[in-house]
């Protein structure tokens, strides 16, 4: 099978620093490692960047496996569902190493990107070239269809299934994938039905050779139970095609299996109609960091909304692992897996998504870090919802005020208010460290706010203002933040404690003074006067 590797576009070549960084890369072998290393560390390379690396490694360095295998892992490490690259990286594995390697490299395939049917079907394509036992090659098979067989498009690890075990002449295993492939819904169910009619046929056919029965033979109904010992039954039927003297047991069996299958077939067509249109819709089923239209996101939610009304938490873990392949960048979707879990009694299911989701594939998006504290200290683990928090801040931008303001109301919460300040008094002196002047105004509004509710304290609420105004003078929000605190909690003694402030505030000044301006001065004299006339 070609499984193709997926880039942003063909003959890439990413530009800019990012791209300059990279060739320097590769222009000296001398410490490569370290180069490598400084640069993921930084964050400075992305996806085409690293596509282009790895080019550029393989073309200068072929038989370098070390080299190979840095650059496979450092990439693998940050885009872990790329398929296409996992097979490459076996490929190189193959090459330079042996079985062992190859093995140990889709054993971390399968760890990294486990829903994914493409990854298995290149690891039991592999399998069935390396492994001279049989009986390992079906365990296999049988692995990867525990985590993908629910898949719409697992029908090519279903094909090299088929395609091993008739390579076997393992009749009786054949017989048994046929009526499986036919329990749910694929894109090949029909041509798996019309697969598993003609393998009944022959047999049938093959049976009446044999000896002669009676027209008068019912089919037996089965439920479930009857499925889970197919098994023996199928080798049933194979045994009793080479052994013509049983006869009418064979030809039973025969029916049972074809009353299986036939029940499977229509419960599964009947599934597909329901589910069709959902997978019409989804026009990139693999990931990229490329990002998806609305439609596809939105019947993305459709087809979750359904599957979690279908009552089949297997099938709903399945279809969240597999929506979140082509997902893995949206936040949304990670945060609804985790609430689905946990509403199902999955909070381990919900934890390791997390852990995904904030340690690989969103690891700088604040929002999720943001909810899995919040996750984390709903469900009473204080320890995981205070490490959410710890990670450094690249940017003071809006996202970070938004975590000190969470965190310290976590703090709150969890009654620890000496800690509440203290989260805002750190953010307060590293925002003032990188003059990042309007952080630290909207830093102490909200923290006069968490004052006032630990405190119940007019006049401490109000000093965290006021001491504000005196690290960043003439800051209109601030001097705005403080007359509509006199507004909600003032009375006339308020008011005779921050006139002097004020008025110094809107007070004229030279034009070469760094003070309110005109506009400010003016908006800022009508506000204050409203309030004084209103108490």
């Known amino acids: 099978m070609e499984v193709q590797v997926y880039t942003a576009a063909k003959g890439l070549s990413a530009e800019g620093e990012e791209e300059s960084q990279g060739y320097n890369l590769l222009a000296s072998s001398q410490g490569f490692d370290e180069q490598l290393q400084e640069l993921m560390r930084r ?78 079907v290149e690891y039991c394509s592999f399998g069935m070239v390396a492994y001279e036992d049989p009986s390992d090659i079906r365990r296999l098979f049988k692995r990867a269809m525990s985590f993908v067989g629910k898949d719409y498009l697992c029908h090519s690890l279903w094909d090299k299934y088929i395609e091993f075990e008739f390579s076997q002449q393992q009749w009786s295993l054949l017989a048994l994938i046929y009526v499986q492939s ?28 044999h000896e002669n029965h009676s027209a008068e033979i019912e089919s037996e109904s089965f439920n479930d139970a009857a499925f889970t010992a197919l098994t023996d039954e199928i080798s049933s039927v194979i045994n009793n095609l080479l052994d013509p003297s049983t006869g009418y047991l064979g030809y039973k069996a025969l029916q049972s299996y074809k009353s299986i299958g036939e029940r499977f077939y229509q419960e599964a067509c009947e599934l597909e109609s329901k589910i069709s249109s959902f997978e019409k819709n989804i026009r990139r089923p693999y990931f990229h960091v490329i990002p998806l239209d609305d439609n596809q996101l939105e019947n993305w939610h459709h087809y979750l909304d359904f599957v979690e009304m279908q009552e089949d938490f297997d099938w709903a873990v399945k279809l969240y692992e597999r929506c979140l392949i082509p997902c893995a960048d949206y936040p949304e979707f990670w945060m609804r ?13 919900a934890n390791f998504a997390l852990d995904r989701a904030t340690e690989v594939f969103l690891k700088n998006v604040p929002a999720i870090h943001l909810f899995n504290s919040r996750f984390k200290e709903k469900i009473g683990d204080r320890c995981g919802a205070r490490a959410a928090f710890l990670l450094p801040d690249k ?3 809006s ?31 590293m925002a003032a460290e990188r003059q990042k002047l309007h952080s630290v105004a909207i830093l102490y509004i909200h923290f006069s706010h968490l004052k006032y509710m630990m405190t119940g304290s007019v006049d401490a609420a109000r000093d965290v ?6 690290h ?8 705005e933040g403080l007359i509509y605190f006199l507004m909600m909690h003032g009375g006339v003694g308020q008011v005779n404690v921050v006139e002097s402030l004020i008025t ?8 070469a003074s760094q003070g309110l301006g005109a506009k400010d001065r003016e908006d800022i004299s009508v506000l204050y006067l409203q309030v004084t006339i209103s108490l």
């Not at 490929?91 to 990107?113: G, P, S, Y």
């Not at 203002?465 to 005196?470: A, T």
């Not at 960043?472 to 001097?479: A, R, T």
């Open 43 to 120: 964050g400075s390379l992305d996806f085409d960047t690293w596509t282009s690396i790895i080019s550029k490694i393989e073309k200068i360095y072929p038989d370098d496996i070390e080299k190979i295998c840095l650059v496979y892992d450092s990439f693998l490490s940050e885009f872990p569902l790329c398929h296409g690259y996992w097979r490459k990286f076996a490929a190189h594995k193959a090459h330079l190493c042996t079985i062992d390697k190859v093995v140990e490299t889709f054993e971390q395939a399968v760890r990294c990107a486990t829903y994914c049917v493409g990854v298995w």
């Open 182 to 209: 036919l329990k749910f819904p694929t894109k090949k169910l029909h041509r798996y039905y019309d697969n598993f009619k003609k393998f009944a046929a022959i047999l049938e056919a093959e049976m009446e050779r």
């Open 337 to 349: 897996y985790v609430e689905f879990m946990e509403a199902k009694g999955g909070r381990e299911l």
């Open 395 to 397: 940017e003071l931008n």
């Open 399 to 429: 996202d970070f005020v938004e975590k000190v303001v969470k965190e310290a109301n976590m703090e709150k919460r969890l009654g620890n208010f000496t800690a509440a300040s203290s989260v805002y008094e750190k953010a307060l002196a």
């Open 465 to 470: 203002i006021i001491d504000g105004i005196q």
């Open 472 to 479: 960043v003078p003439h800051c209109k929000l601030l001097l």
């Open 504 to 511: 110094d505030a809107i007070s004229p000044v030279p034009v």
